[in-house]
């Protein structure tokens, strides 16, 4: 069956570090991947968009990695700070299911300074 | 531009009454999209529009659920009758292709 899978445990660092959020996809072959931000009460946000042939993308403090092979997607945001605090959602576009995204069940991140 | 509006912000109904969710896209945006989000299932695909034109409702649960673009500016769904189960915050979001989603604020349905 066809899964996006994010850890469903919360993730808790220290302000400063880097946290690292993991995406993994069974049975899909995504166009595209990309990465939301949603805080309580609130629509998610987009934050980043890798394509299929792309490894690496950055943005500021935001790092996104896209490993093919191993169906991965990697989400990194570096010098955290408590304002980071949100729920990280994964999403890709089927590209034998048309355009529309599906979405992963998110990871929360709590940054404590 | 004020994003993608939806209205009402929250909704309360009672079992078995008609609900219509409301959703302006942002302007020059041709795809539409409608989610639904619980903590169970998290972000579901309903329906999605393309320059107005229905293309995937295969995410829409029952008949009971109905959507429409009437035009550029505007969609509904339209929950009738409604059920406890369909309680959930519904969103709508609207993107050109191939690029990042702009979602709304939500509609939080109650249903009692």
């Known amino acids: 069956s066809q899964k996006i899978e994010q850890n469903s445990e919360a993730l808790n660092i220290q302000e400063g570090k880097t946290a690292t959020l993991t995406c993994n996809y069974t049975n899909y072959s995504p166009a595209y991947l990309q990465w939301y931000r949603q805080d309580p009460g609130r629509g998610p946000v987009f934050l980043l968009l890798?394509?299929?042939?792309?490894k690496e993308k950055r943005k500021e403090r935001l790092k996104v990695t896209f490993d093919t092979t191993l169906k991965q997607s990697l989400f990194h945001i570096t010098a955290s700070q408590p304002a980071d605090s949100a729920t990280y959602l994964c999403a890709l576009a089927d590209n034998q299911a048309g355009t529309a995204l599906i979405f992963g069940k998110g990871t929360t991140l709590s940054v404590s300074s | 531009d004020a994003g993608v509006i939806q209205s009402p912000r929250h909704e309360v109904t009672e079992m078995g009454q008609e609900v219509t969710l409301r959703c302006k896209p942002i302007?020059?945006?041709?795809?539409l999209f409608w989610y639904r989000q619980t903590m169970m299932r998290g972000l579901e695909l309903l329906i999605y529009f393309n320059n107005n034109v229905p293309i995937d409702d295969s995410g829409m649960p029952e008949d009971r659920f109905s959507a429409k673009m009437p035009n550029a500016s505007f969609s509904t769904l339209k929950i009738q009758p409604s059920e406890p189960r369909d309680s959930a915050v519904y969103f709508c979001?609207?993107?050109?292709w191939g690029t990042g989603y702009t979602f709304g604020s939500g509609t939080r349905l109650t249903v009692v």
């Open positions: 890798i394509r299929e042939n792309e």
């Open positions: 979001a609207s993107s050109l």
């Open positions: 302007s020059g945006h041709d795809y």
